[in-house]
């Protein structure tokens, strides 16, 4: 059976913690205090993640594989990256960087009620790394198992053959109402997540400047439109259209109005999508003040069914019952 490497990783009960992970879940990121030198090994780049919360660590490992916990299960995009901005509750409270290692993670499912054990879905290896994660402040500890237990659990419908990328298009939503009871509840604010308004605006004007820039240095006038797309660019015998994202985080998912779906996959249209992710926002003084970023920008953009999970519907009731 083809195996894949994960950063198995506990989180602990504390409220803190608890907004974290779901913070961390909201926003496709996750992070380590200190970087540790099996991070950097190209060679063992991570392919998922689990997060397991809800089983105390500090026992034998013959009394760890006889409990249960929820686990949240990831697919890890690309390599471990040092942050630069605050981004979870406890970061921004005290405005500093407090996870330095981070990756960029998709979340696949979570599950109540795990047996830790050789009756659910993971390793013995694998188990006993969450266990030794949590005695070493919750940093992630890699390993190689298969992840096709988890991947059947979560409905992929899949068979992991090494490498390949997991769709979300057809897995369940989960919303944060149906989390576990031990987690903070939140409102739901989609992809972006940010409750602030004036944080939101300073994060969105900071993209677009960093995209703006950019297209400028090559040669383009832009023209800021904000609404159906965020840049007008144009030259002389061409014209492309921009849709400009933001986050304080990974650059693992934006969200997408079903005006600026349609638009991009107009063949009538050239859009490019221009993400600027880790983005550092300071809120000690009014204006916010914003610096950094790491710039992906993905041109000829048309966004495919498989990249797209739905959130919200709406649904027209039949007036004839």
Known sequence: M?????VMTHVGQSVESQRNLLHGRETGTWGYPEWKP???????RPEFVVLVTGASPRVQLD??????????FFQARGTFYDGKAPHWPDEE???????????????????????????????????????RSGTDRGHGKLVRMSPQALLDLAGAGTTWHGGQSI???????VELDELPDNSPKRRRRGAGRISDPKKRKAIEEHAVAAARLHY???GWQVEELGKPYDLRCTRPGAEKHVEVKGTTGAPTSVELTIN????ARN???DVDLFVVSDIKVTTTADPYTTEGGTSLLIENWVPDDADLKPRRFEYFVPQDV
């Open 38 to 44: 099996e991070y950097r090994d190209a060679a063992r």
């Open 260 to 263: 600026e779906v349609e638009h």
């Open 93 to 131: 409270a005290a405005q500093t960087v407090k996870y330095q290692a981070r990756l960029s993670i998709v979340p696949l499912g979570v599950f109540t009620g795990v047996p830790l054990g050789p009756s659910g879905p993971l390793s013995v290896q694998g188990s006993d790394a969450l266990r």
């Open 2 to 6: 083809e195996t894949a490497q994960f």
């Open 63 to 72: 009394q760890w594989l006889t409990e249960t916990a929820t686990l949240y």
């Open 167 to 173: 769709s979300v298009a057809g897995l369940p939503v």
């Open 267 to 269: 063949p009538a249209h």
């Open 216 to 218: 400028e240095l090559r």
